[in-house]
Nanobody
């Protein structure tokens, strides 16, 4: 299983960015895909999740309204669109894939998002 995140980088406060998570070697259909964030000195926290069948979504309260998670089942890719970014959104963003049975999970290496002027 390979999970590769991309996107992010340095973003100005109020700006936007889109993160991409590409999955291979994994049965995408039926899985739950999530984005987590780990800020400096803090624990990793859930940002958003999406089911690959049905497309049901869940968002962290502190980011709801500013982010959108979506998926492309053909490309086995998940996206996280983030708008109106704040300095406190800074962190390493990780993509997680949980299989359809909820028994195995896989993580990407993370991508850095820094919100600063």
């Amino acid at each position: 299983v390979q999970i590769v995140e991309s996107g992010g980088g340095l973003v100005q406060p109020g700006g936007s960015t889109r993160l991409t998570c590409a999955v291979s070697g994994f049965t995408f259909s039926g899985a739950t895909m999530s984005w987590y964030r780990q800020a400096p000195g803090k624990e990793r926290e859930l940002v958003a999740s999406i089911t690959t069948i049905g497309g049901g979504t869940h968002y962290a309260d502190n980011m709801k309204g500013r982010i959108t998670i979506s998926r492309d089942s053909v490309k086995k890719t998940v996206y996280l669109q983030m708008n109106s970014l704040k300095p406190e959104d800074t962190g390493v963003y990780y993509c997680q894939a949980v299989d359809r049975w909820g028994q195995s999970d896989y993580w990407g290496q993370g991508t850095q998002v820094t919100v600063s002027s």
